[in-house]
């Protein structure tokens, strides 16, 4: 039997979107777009740094782990925060922090101080996007909900094309510096936008599970919340599972996203040319979001992710071919489509799988115990470079993670239908 509860917090509408509601989804996916910008600039510095501090490979990846480890704490965190103290004050606390301390990276003499102030800046990385994502799920209507939450995720490889260009100019001329003091725009433009349009209260919860994921019999008054009914009995195996497939999903896409330039300055590109690779990338996970969106709504959210897995980890693969430059730029755009695109759905799957009252505490779980994939990758990468094991390597690494995401997600589909 479906199950209803209700708790009395103020109604959204969800019949449609009003302007207010608009505008609000907008300035979420704005932060989303600075998330995504703060995820991608490391991986665009890390020569830099490495000729300036005269760091190893194995050290370039620690530096570029913290900021993940920072963020798997962050998510978890926000996400259960803001169902706790409403989603607006999450978003913008998040940001706040997010914003400050990756400015403060512009300052940092060493590896050590550099490191500290990404691991801080991480809690913000980290909670932006589930906050983010649990506010406007909570105000669009719920048959539109899996495709806005996919599109919405298109602001991390638009963040990170920003990234990319500013980057092509900007470092060769004057430093690796300037592009962490950008972070200071959405400080000052974005977070007081936020404080005026963004919603106040959350959502009602009004939310019918099927019989594999509630959490409550249908004689409680108050459902239970939070990490206990989410790892309760009834949802505790899905939860893990779309965990798992965040961990291997991620770890391709951030490895990809920290390691892209260093790798193809290896293969003997100059640090312009390796920085159109990862526009390529991020480009492609641009389209990615939007295509993955469409075939979400078409053919379901776990269907299309993982035909999206499969694509990633194949194309990534072919590069031990040795393809020609053309070819490579196409493998990076469908690289792209598919690890984000693949990530995308995922967080849109998560968001309409569960009712409102667990919505945080869901993609704060999914996204925090995932980016121990985004911490692994930046490390491993490093140690397989330090290793003396080349670039391809860590294309295997990253191309086998997809296929393993690909895996879980079909597990997924087989024994979890979604409610929705």
């Not at 048959?143 to 996919?150: M, P, Q, S």
């Not at 996203?257 to 690779?277: A, I, N, V, Y």
Request: proline share 6%.
């Amino acid at each position: 039997m479906p199950l209803t509860a209700t708790t009395a917090a103020p109604p959204v509408n969800r019949v449609g979107l009003d302007r207010t509601a608009m505008i609000a989804v907008v300035v979420c996916w704005l932060f989303v777009v600075f998330d995504g910008y703060d995820l991608i600039v490391y991986g665009n510095v890390i020569p830099s740094l490495q000729k300036e501090w005269g760091i190893s490979a194995a050290t370039a990846g620690t530096l570029g782990s913290l900021a993940f480890l920072g963020m798997m704490i962050g998510a978890v965190l926000a996400g259960r925060l803001s169902d706790v103290v409403g989603r607006k004050r999450a978003v913008i606390g998040c940001a706040i922090v997010l914003s400050v301390f990756t400015a403060l990276c512009a300052l940092a003499t060493g590896p050590v101080m550099f490191g500290a102030l990404r691991l801080i800046a991480g809690l913000g990385l980290g909670g932006l996007v589930p906050t983010s994502n649990a506010l406007a799920a909570e105000l669009i209507p719920a048959k539109w909900r899996a495709a806005v939450a996919t599109m919405m995720m298109s602001g991390v490889p638009i963040g990170g094309s920003i990234a990319a260009l500013i980057g092509i100019p900007v470092i060769p001329n004057w430093g690796w510096q300037p592009m962490f003091v950008f972070a200071l725009v959405p400080l000052i433009l974005l977070v007081p936008i936020a404080w005026k349009t963004l919603p106040d209260h959350t959502a009602a919860v009004t939310s019918t599970l099927p019989d594999h994921t509630a959490a409550v019999t249908s004689t409680e008054v108050r459902p239970a919340t939070g990490f206990s009914a989410l790892l309760g009995t009834r949802c505790r195996s899905v939860s893990i599972m779309f965990a798992l497939a965040t961990v291997v999903t991620l770890l391709a896409w951030y490895g990809l996203g920290t390691w892209l330039p260093k790798l193809m300055q290896g293969e003997g590109t100059d640090l312009g040319s390796t920085l159109t690779f990862a526009l390529a990338l991020n480009l492609g996970a641009v389209a990615g979001s939007f295509v993955t969106a469409w075939g979400g709504v078409r053919f379901g959210t776990i269907p299309t992710s993982i035909v999206a897995a499969l694509l990633a980890g194949l194309a990534l693969l072919t590069l031990l071919t040795g393809p020609p430059v053309a070819l490579i730029y196409v493998i990076f755009v469908l690289a792209g489509v598919g690890t984000h695109g693949t990530q995308c759905l995922i967080i849109a799957a998560v968001a309409s799988y569960y009712p409102d009252y667990l919505r945080g505490t869901a993609l704060g779980w999914a996204l925090g115990v995932g980016r121990i994939g985004a911490v692994a990758a930046p490390q491993i990468g490093g140690w397989l470079l330090a290793a003396g094991l080349g670039a391809d390597s860590n294309f295997i690494l990253f191309g086998v993670s997809a296929l393993v995401a690909a895996l879980l997600l079909t597990v997924i589909w087989r024994r979890f239908p979604s409610p929705t």
